[in-house]
T-cell receptor
Framework: SAVISQKPSRDICQRGTSLTIQCQVD?????MFWYRQQPGQSLTLIAT?????????ESGFVIDKFPISRPNLTFSTLTVSNMSPEDSSIYLC??????????FGSGTRLTVV | EDKVVQSPLSLVVHEGDTVTLNCSYE??????LLWYKQEKKAPTFLFML????IEKKSGRLSSILDKKELFSILNITATQTGDSAVYLC???????????FGKGTRLSVIA
């Protein structure tokens, strides 16, 4: 199954700043997914990143707040912009894996102060 | 709207107990149901179920799907403290639709 390297593992950021999270996959994948997990909640899909086209955002998420890059088939970044304490969450990237369903990166725990 | 409901939301058991976690779902054009274990940040894959009535087993964990009644159960026998985690259920529909996750069951196993 695919192996995803995600970084940073955690960060504490000041409100109003931005943080970029990176995911590197060890194989080429068509779609990469970005999730948010707020404290005590389940995973919510932010957007689907396709190589060569703009990301597709779910309801309630916009490109200005969560810009995504997908420069090639093995790499993607998610930026959390103009952060507020409400953005404190775990952020996860994921790819589809035909053997194991979906594989997740190791996650980024973001705290905004 | 696709929906996944897990119960109970939390559970505390003693080592050696057997637990059953429940997942019911509503989804248009069902493709698969997946179980994950989340200990810290990243969910790790446990099972993918596509057919009714076929039990999947991995060590002390097993799971089965009922597509008629739209639910799945995850059983853990002889629980150990290392089983303490949040167990997530998710359903996948056919086509380019995202996974829909339940809120999870937080299992605590005490010695």
């Amino acid at each position: 199954s695919a192996v995803i390297s995600q970084k940073p593992s955690r960060d504490i950021c000041q409100r109003g700043t931005s943080l970029t999270i990176q995911c590197q996959v060890d194989s080429q994948v068509t779609m990469m997914f970005w999730y948010r997990q707020q404290p005590g909640q389940s995973l919510t899909l932010i957007a689907t990143a396709n190589q060569g086209s703009e990301a597709t955002y779910e309801s309630g998420f916009v490109i200005d707040k969560f810009p995504i890059s997908r420069p090639n088939l093995t790499f993607s970044t998610l930026t959390v912009s103009n952060m507020s304490p409400e953005d404190s969450s775990i952020y996860l990237c994921s790819v589809e894996d035909w053997v194991h369903g979906y594989t997740f990166g190791s996650g980024t725990r973001l705290t905004v102060v | 709207e696709d929906k996944v409901v897990q119960s109970p939301l939390s559970l505390v058991v003693h080592e050696g107990d057997t637990v059953t976690l429940n997942c019911s779902y509503e989804v248009t054009n069902f493709r698969s149901l997946l179980w994950y274990k989340q200990e810290k940040k990243a969910p790790t894959f446990l099972f993918m179920l596509t057919s009714s009535g076929i039990e999947k087993k991995s060590g002390r964990l097993s799971s089965i799907l009922d597509k008629k009644e739209l639910f799945s159960i995850l059983n853990i026998t002889a629980t150990q403290t290392g089983d303490s985690a949040v167990y997530l259920c998710a359903v996948e529909a056919r086509g380019n639709t995202p996974l829909v996750f339940g809120k999870g069951t937080r299992l605590s196993v005490i010695a």
